[in-house]
């Protein structure tokens, strides 16, 4: 019980405020207006070459352009919203700095398979989970949206959250309480209901990593340490 009790302290600590919310990827309407030299050019020489579904290597050539200059502006944001969108339908892609009577553009259309993936994945990067989880806030906010991503994130996160916490387990007994656990648990249950947080996703992902601790050592790890994080309370 008294476990429980410090438990309970500890979450009205203050929790490290998170990142502002990135900006939102654009509803796709079929136009892209003003793409930048770079990518306009590689979008313009692909369809030459191919006036088809982009190939997987198409995708790539394409993506490289985009991320010559380090970034990705809302323009390319904006081309590869339209082109990895569900919806099928002509896009039609007009330069930067073309004049109002201008004619010129490119016409494309959204991509599908591993074309699709690669564009996908340059709109939205996979985020490196490491260097997320050394933030003080472990860039837990970025990795609930990534573990709500795809089937496929979603067992790559709650693998390395998993890991996470296990390391923290090997660090607790009985003799300090399981305090290095508890304080961890305690942080990013705090994370999970901060302002603008995903609270049943982060709790989830978080009683689930604990599940796996626990399995993984062979129900060593006390329920009451963690099974009250789960949404909804404890079983």
């Known amino acids: 019980m008294h476990f429980r009790i410090l438990i309970c302290t500890t979450l009205l600590a203050a929790v490290p405020a998170l990142g502002e919310t990135p900006a939102k990827t654009p509803m796709p309407d079929g136009k892209v207006t003003g793409l930048n030299p770079v990518s306009y ?11 088809g579904s982009l190939t997987e290597k198409d995708a790539n050539e394409l993506a490289t352009a985009i991320r010559q200059d380090g970034k990705i502006d809302a323009v390319e944001t904006d081309l590869l919203a339209e082109m990895t969108q569900s919806q099928f339908r002509n896009i039609k892609v007009t330069p930067a700095g073309a ?13 599908l398979g591993n074309a699709k993936k690669v564009l996908l994945y340059a709109l939205n990067p996979v985020p490196d989970l490491a260097a997320e989880w050394a933030k003080p806030d472990h860039g837990w906010k970025l990795l609930v949206a990534d573990y709500k991503s795809s089937p496929e994130r979603e067992a790559k996160v709650l693998a390395f959250v998993t890991g996470e916490m296990a390391k923290k387990w090997e660090a607790s007994n009985t003799g300090n309480g399981y305090k290095p656990l508890r304080d961890e648990i305690a942080k990013i249950y705090g994370l999970s209901n901060a302002a603008g947080a995903d609270s049943n996703g982060g709790r989830m992902l978080l009683y689930r990593a604990m599940e796996g601790v626990d399995r993984n050592a062979r129900d060593q790890v006390p329920n009451f340490l963690y099974n009250w994080v789960r949404p909804g309370g404890a079983l």
């Open 99 to 111: 004049p109002a009577n201008s004619t010129e553009s490119v016409q494309t259309f959204p991509t």
């Open 41 to 51: 050019a590689a979008l313009q020489t692909i369809k030459k070459r191919n006036p």
